[in-house]
């Protein structure tokens, strides 16, 4: 199994570009997530689904749009970048219910100029 | 709402010596606990959990921690750090509904030789 993971690994953009994240599990897990990472901040989450069809807004969600149209991937879009979203972004996904590890992507690292 | 905070940054060790990682945690129900690690430009990877069994909790590569519910602490420890302990670790607690993790703000170890 691959596990989680995100394409692409790097992106440079220009401001009020756009541009998609592809997450894939092969875990059949319900659950997926969006984090971005920033110094000093752990990771703050953007946005979540808790099945294929279904999403929700997470802590930090201005900006950004997310699609889950199949169960096992999870797309992160930004219809008009900014600096302030220069970060690292990471997707996890877990099985549904309580208390279960998320099991992450290696991340992708994301410059906005 | 809940909340978690590292209590150091920074902490640097030598080879051989017992590393602690604090963390405090608010939450208005019983908590799910988790410590996370980061390696250099990688993902992160599941340390260890508590999820209200045992209060004392032993995890992969020799960390353990200690859930204590009156100090509302849970406090990392290993008691003799590799060079391969060199990473970021983040303290994390759960939220039921969806699973949702809130992030510490992180402490990254630095072991000397």
């Known amino acids: 199994n691959a596990g989680v993971t995100q394409t692409p690994k790097f992106r440079v953009l220009k401001t009020g570009q756009s541009m998609t994240l592809l997450c894939a599990q092969d875990?059949?897990?319900?659950?997926m997530y969006w984090y971005r990472q920033d110094p000093g901040m752990g990771l703050r989450l953007i946005h979540y689904?808790?099945?294929?069809?279904?999403?929700a807004k997470g802590e930090v969600p201005d900006g950004y749009n997310v699609s889950r149209l199949k169960k096992q991937n999870f797309l992160l879009g930004l219809e008009s970048a900014a600096p302030s979203q220069t970060s690292v972004y990471f997707c996890?996904?877990?099985?549904?219910?309580?208390?279960?590890?998320?099991?992450f992507g290696p991340g992708t690292r994301l410059t906005v100029l | 709402a809940q909340s978690v905070t590292q209590l150091d940054s920074h902490v640097s060790v030598s080879e051989g010596t017992p590393v602690l990682l604090r963390c405090n945690y608010s939450?208005?129900?019983?908590?799910?606990l988790f410590w996370y690690v980061q390696h250099p430009n990688k993902g992160l990877q599941l340390l260890l959990k508590?999820?209200?069994?045992?209060?004392l909790v032993k995890g992969i590569n020799g960390f353990e921690a200690e859930f204590k519910k009156s100090e509302t602490s849970f406090h990392l420890t290993k008691p003799s750090a590799h060079m391969s302990d060199a990473a970021e670790y983040f303290c994390?607690?759960?939220?039921?509904?969806?699973?949702?993790?809130?992030f510490g703000g992180g402490t990254r170890v630095l072991v000397k030789p």
């Open positions: 508590y999820t209200s069994a045992a209060t």
């Open positions: 875990m059949n897990h319900e659950y």
């Open positions: 996890a996904s877990n099985p549904s219910g309580l208390n279960n590890e998320q099991f």
């Open positions: 994390v607690v759960s939220k039921a509904a969806g699973n949702k993790l809130t």
């Open positions: 689904s808790v099945g294929e069809g279904t999403t």
């Open positions: 939450s208005s129900y019983s908590p799910s």
